[in-house]
């Protein structure tokens, strides 16, 4: 005895969901996630490079200049300032109703934290319009 097998032939819609494709996708995605995350976490020492080009001022703008040198002496403009007389003329700054794009140039053999404590300072007068200026190669 022979058995064939049919199949229903109707045009009836699928009552139920594939959803192995998904669990496929959900594994992909989860394999990347697994794979990519702890490459993210990683801290990388990094020597910042110069630019190469300098970006174009936009002349609309007022800009003030503070300068540290190799010493730790700060500059206004070309004029020699002490930290507490810059603190007051930041103040002073700070009540205009425009102030200024404060230039930051400090040279490059100086430690981090003075520029650091330079910004910080910057920041308790609210000002926050900060360039730092770097060498063009």
Do not use: C
Not at 31 to 46: D, M, N, R, S, Y
């Amino acid at each position: 005895m022979a058995r064939t097998f049919h199949r229903k032939k109707s045009l009836d819609a699928m009552s139920e969901i594939n959803v192995t494709p998904l669990i496929d996708l959900a594994f992909a995605l989860l394999i990347i996630f697994i794979i990519t995350t702890p490459l993210l976490e990683q801290t990388i020492a990094v020597t910042l490079p110069l630019e190469t080009q300098k970006a174009q001022e936009q002349p609309d703008f007022d800009f003030q200049s503070i300068s540290i040198n190799a010493d730790g002496d700060y500059f206004w403009g070309e004029d020699p300032i002490s930290f507490e007389d810059l603190d007051v003329l930041l103040a002073e700054l700070a009540t205009r109703p425009n102030p200024p794009v404060l230039n930051i140039r400090a040279d490059r053999t100086l430690q981090y934290q003075e520029v650091i404590s330079l910004i910080d300072l910057i920041k308790t007068h609210n000002l926050t319009k900060i360039s730092l200026d770097t060498q063009v190669k």
